[in-house]
C-alpha cells in the first residue's frame, strides 16, 4: 500500500505513520496464509482454487488496511474564501476643496509618496489674478492706515509696519506727503484762527485801557467841575467854562458805559475764537479717526480675503498628507475637470499593517470564529513557486455584504505571519490590492468521515420530504 495523503485540501496528515504500520500486518498476516494454503494442496484444481482464494484474501486484506488508514488518517477541514491585501486602517483619501482643472499629475499608481510631496497641480485661473489684485489693496491700505492713524494722534509723521518704507518705498513716499499736505493744511486754518484770537484778545485789552484812562479823565474833570462850581458861586468863573466842564464829564461817562458794555462782547467774541480754534484741530483728529475706523476695517476685509485666496492657491499644489504608497489615482488626464470635494489620491500609509480581507462564503459563517489559523496563497496559477503565509482570523464581520453582482459574503480580515512570499532568493511583497486566497482551518476530521458524511446527511434527511 503506497502513503494516502489529501489532495487539493491543505494540511498535515496526523495518522500516516500508524496506517503504515497497519498495512505492514496485513501484508505479513496474508503471507502466512498464502503459505498454509500452498502446503495443503498439491493438483492443478488446488491451484485454481487456491489463486481465486489468494485473490479474495487480498481483498480482503487491502479492504482492512484501508479502512484501518482511513480510520486514523486525518484531513484539516478548511473554509477556503478570496481575499485582497488591504491596509489595516482606513485609505487615505485627499480631496480638493474647490476643484479646478487638472494642469499637471506627478504620480502614479504604485509610487512611494512622503509627507507634504506634490502630487497633483491643477490650474491656477482667476485666483492668483486675484491674490495679486488684493495684495495691492491690502499694501496700500497699510500704507494709509499709518497715515490716518499719525493724523489722528497729531504725530510728526507716519509709523508703518518694520520694514514697510523699505519693501514700499513709493506707498510709503505718497503716504508721508499726503500726511505733509493735511498737516499743512491744517497748520494754516491754525495759524489764521490764532491771529483772529490774538485780535481779539488785543480788543479787550484796548477796551480795558480805555476804560482806565476814561475813569482818569472823569475824576479830574469831576475836581474841576467842583473848582468850578466854587468859583462860579463867587462870580470868579462864567457859566460857558462850566458848562463846559459838565459836557466833558457827560462825555466820559459815555464812554465808560460803552467800553463797558463792549468789554463782554470782545469776551465772547475771544471765547469763541478761541473755541473755534480748538474746534479745527479736533475735527481733523475726529475726520482721521472715522476715515481711520473706516481704512482699518477695510484692511480688516481685504486681509482675510487675500488670506483665503492665498490659501486657495496653495490648494492648486495637492500634497500627500502622510508617507505611504499611491493606491489609486482617481485623475488620469491633463485638462480634466476635478469636481469640488472628489477624491483625488487614495493612498496607504506605510506605517498601516498590511491585512487580508477574505470574502466569505455564508454557508461556512458557523464555522470560522477570530482566533482561528489561516493559510494565505497568491491567487494565481504559479502561486506554488511562492508558498505560503501562516495567518490567523482577526475579526469577523457580524453582518454580511453583497457585491454588485449580488454575490453575498461576511468579510473575515486575517493577520499574517508576514509581509511576503519567498521563492529562493526572490521576494514577493504584499501590496495592497494583491489577490489571494485563504484557506482557515475550521477543524480535523478522518479519510473515513470525509467519505462516510455525504451519505450519512443523506440518510438523516432520507423519507423525510412531503
Known amino acids: ?36 494454503m500452498r502446503a495443503g494442496n498439491g493438483g492443478p484444481g488446488d491451484e485454481a482454487n487456491l ?55 506627478l504620480v502614479r499608481e504604485g509610487d512611494a509618496v512622503t509627507p507634504g510631496q506634490s502630487l497633483v497641480i491643477l490650474e491656477e485661473t482667476s485666483t492668483g489674478a486675484s491674490v495679486e489684485e488684493l495684495a495691492v489693496r491690502t499694501t496700500s491700505l497699510t500704507a494709509e492706515v499709518a497715515r490716518l492713524d499719525a493724523q489722528a494722534r497729531m504725530l510728526n509723521a507716519p509709523e508703518f509696519p518694520e520694514g514697510f518704507a523699505k519693501e514700499h518705498p513709493d506707498l510709503a513716499e505718497q503716504a508721508q506727503r499726503l500726511f505733509a499736505a493735511s498737516r499743512s493744511l491744517l497748520e494754516s486754518e491754525l495759524a489764521e484762527q490764532r491771529e483772529n484770537v490774538v485780535q481779539r484778545e488785543q480788543d479787550i485789552k484796548e ?30 468863573t462864567t457859566r460857558y467854562k462850566h458848562l463846559a466842564f459838565l459836557r466833558e464829564q457827560s462825555q466820559l461817562v459815555s464812554k465808560i458805559e460803552q467800553d463797558r458794555a463792549a468789554l463782554p ?49 496653495r490648494r492648486t499644489v495637492i500634497r500627500s498628507p502622510v508617507e ?39 454557508s461556512d459563517i458557523g464555522y470560522v470564529q477570530e482566533g482561528q489559523s489561516a493559510i494565505v496563497r497568491l491567487a494565481s496559477q504559479d502561486a506554488a513557486r511562492f508558498g505560503k503565509l501562516p495567518g490567523r482570523v482577526v475579526q469577523v464581520s457580524p453582518d454580511t455584504f453583497t457585491t454588485p453582482e449580488g454575490q453575498t459574503f461576511y468579510s ?40 462516510t458524511d455525504p451519505f450519512l446527511g443523506s440518510m438523516g434527511q432520507a423519507m423525510q420530504e412531503r
Open 412 to 451: 473575515v480580515r486575517i493577520e499574517t505571519d508576514g509581509d511576503s512570499f519567498r521563492h529562493g532568493e526572490f521576494e514577493y511583497k504584499l501590496i495592497p490590492g494583491m489577490l489571494v486566497l485563504a484557506y482557515i482551518h475550521t477543524g480535523q476530521r478522518t479519510v473515513l468521515e470525509y467519505l
Open 51 to 105: 489463486a481465486a482464494r489468494m485473490f479474495l484474501w487480498l481483498c480482503a486484506a487491502g479492504c482492512a488496511a484501508f479502512l484501518v488508514w482511513a480510520a486514523l488518517f486525518r484531513l484539516d477541514i478548511v473554509s477556503m474564501a478570496q481575499g485582497e491585501v488591504i491596509p489595516s486602517t482606513k485609505l487615505k483619501s485627499v480631496q480638493h476643496l474647490e476643484g479646478g482643472i487638472v494642469r499637471e499629475i
Open 265 to 313: 462782547r470782545a469776551e465772547s467774541a475771544l471765547a469763541e475764537a478761541r473755541e473755534k480754534l480748538a474746534r479745527i484741530e479736533r475735527s481733523y483728529r475726529e475726520d482721521a479717526a472715522q476715515e481711520l475706523r473706516k481704512a482699518r476695517q477695510e484692511l480688516e476685509e481685504f486681509t482675510q480675503r487675500l488670506l483665503r485666496y492665498k490659501d486657495s492657491l
Open 207 to 236: 477796551i480795558h485801557a480805555r476804560n482806565r484812562n476814561n475813569a482818569e479823565s472823569l475824576r479830574l474833570v469831576r475836581e474841576q467841575i467842583a473848582l468850578s462850581d466854587e468859583l462860579l458861586r463867587d462870580n470868579l
Open 324 to 362: 505611504g504608497v499611491v493606491k489609486t489615482l482617481h485623475i488620469v488626464t491633463i485638462g480634466g475637470v476635478v469636481k469640488p470635494g472628489m477624491t483625488i489620491v487614495d493612498i496607504v500609509p506605510s506605517s498601516d499593517r498590511l491585512v487580508v480581507e477574505a470574502h466569505l462564503p455564508i
Open 1 to 36: 500500500m503506497g502513503e494516502g495523503r489529501a489532495t487539493g485540501r491543505p494540511g498535515e496528515s496526523g495518522g500516516a505513520g500508524n496506517s503504515r504500520n497497519a498495512a505492514a500486518r496485513g501484508g505479513a498476516v496474508l503471507g502466512r496464509l498464502t503459505d498454509a
